[in-house]
């Protein structure tokens, strides 16, 4: 049965009494999308040290899990790219973060796998490289896979767009991304929701997330989305009604 927050019950302190330290924390979301801040803000709160963060990247400097990494609380990321993070690059060169790089597709299979209790599953992405060495290689219809393990994480943190007071989820666009793997993949799976509805608010057909993998859910407060990088051109110069038509006496 998932639980929602109370008035007397912060965001913090709901992290806190589910985060230990050294644990594996799966964090849904893209960089800066599709992010679940309070919760991560929760948890650089706790004080919570020597942690393994799966996500797909650490967000960016100051914003996102950006924030873990400043407060030295993570040990060892496994993720698919830095990204536009200049610390988590800098720890990771300085020795001072592990860091298991995963192809982008491989990462996201290993976290459905674990919450779909697969304890391993056979790639052919990577044979060949690096992210193969020291694993299983089985040969299938006359082709080389390495074989990658399920990821279980102890606890997930993820954001969606709605959900209803018994856990199930519904992402919005681009939050669909690693969200729904990491809920999923999680043994203890708090999820930071923009509306909390009623029971039976949402169609059934529309559940993304099922509330058997949500033990935990909490409506965030309203806040500005950050961009990871802002691309814009000047606006077109608008003809002045005023002046008429090209040539056209007034």
């Known amino acids: 049965m998932s639980k929602t927050i ?15 330290d050294g644990m594996t924390i799966a964090v849904g979301g893209f960089g800066l999308c599709g992010v679940p801040f309070e919760l991560i803000e929760g948890l650089r709160d706790s004080g919570a040290t020597d942690l393994t963060i799966v996500s797909n990247n650490m967000g960016v400097d100051g914003q996102g899990l950006g924030i873990l990494l400043e407060n030295r609380q993570v040990s060892k990321v496994v993720a698919s790219y830095v990204g536009e993070n200049k610390l988590f690059a800098k720890q990771y060169l300085d020795g001072e973060l592990e860091v298991e790089f995963n192809p982008q597709g491989t990462l996201s299979e290993r976290l459905r796998a674990g919450g779909a209790g697969i304890p391993a599953f056979y790639t052919a992405t990577g044979v060949g490289t690096l992210i193969a060495e020291g694993k299983p290689h089985e040969d299938f219809d006359g082709r080389t896979y390495v074989m990658e393990r399920g990821i279980v994480a102890d606890l997930a943190l993820v954001h969606a767009w709605r959900g209803d007071v018994d856990g199930n989820l519904v992402y919005r666009r681009t939050a669909q991304n690693f969200n729904p793997l990491c809920a999923a993949s999680g043994t203890v799976t708090i999820a930071q929701v923009e509306e909390l509805v009623d029971r039976g608010t949402i169609d059934p057909d529309s559940v993304m997330t099922a509330g058997v993998f949500v033990d935990h859910i909490v409506e965030a407060a309203e806040r500005d989305k950050p961009i990871e990088q802002r691309t814009t051109r000047p606006r077109d110069t608008a003809p002045d009604p005023a002046a008429g038509a090209a040539g056209e006496e007034i």
């Open 6 to 20: 109370d008035s007397t019950t912060s965001i913090a302190e709901l992290v806190a009494a589910n985060v230990r």
